[in-house]
Nanobody, 125 residues
């Protein structure tokens, strides 16, 4: 049974930092792309960042570039999203997801096969 379990969300003041974790289990993810998405109330789910598990290529949404960093720890089967200089507009539920495509990183959520339950991030002004 595939499981993606996020943790690390919480309440932080603007300008602060949080690190989200996504622990993956249930299959081999070495050929997968691991993505982070977020969804704020009343808004569409949007792509945040992604990393290819095997090579470590990364890609970021323009809105988070330079502030967020995605990384992975192969030994722990865990993907991280380090979020710095947080803004109130970063407030959302953040989801970890896995895409079985090995060709390239995709930013459309519909391509991703597996999803975590989400973790709330709230940034106060």
């Amino acid at each position: 049974q595939v499981q993606l379990v996020e943790s690390g969300g919480g309440l932080v003041q603007a300008g602060g930092s949080l690190r989200l974790s996504c622990a993956a289990s249930g299959r081999t993810f070495s050929n997968y792309v691991m993505g982070w998405f977020r969804q704020a109330p009343g808004k569409e789910r949007e792509f945040v960042a992604a990393i290819s598990w095997s090579v470590g290529n990364t890609y970021y949404a323009d809105s988070v570039k330079g502030r967020f960093t995605v990384s992975r720890d192969n030994a722990k089967n865990t993907v991280y999203l380090q979020m710095n200089s947080l803004k109130p507009e970063d407030t959302a539920v953040y989801y970890c997801a896995a895409d079985g495509s090995v060709v390239r990183i995709r930013t459309v959520w519909d391509f991703y096969d597996y999803w975590g339950q989400g973790t709330q991030v709230t940034v106060s002004s």
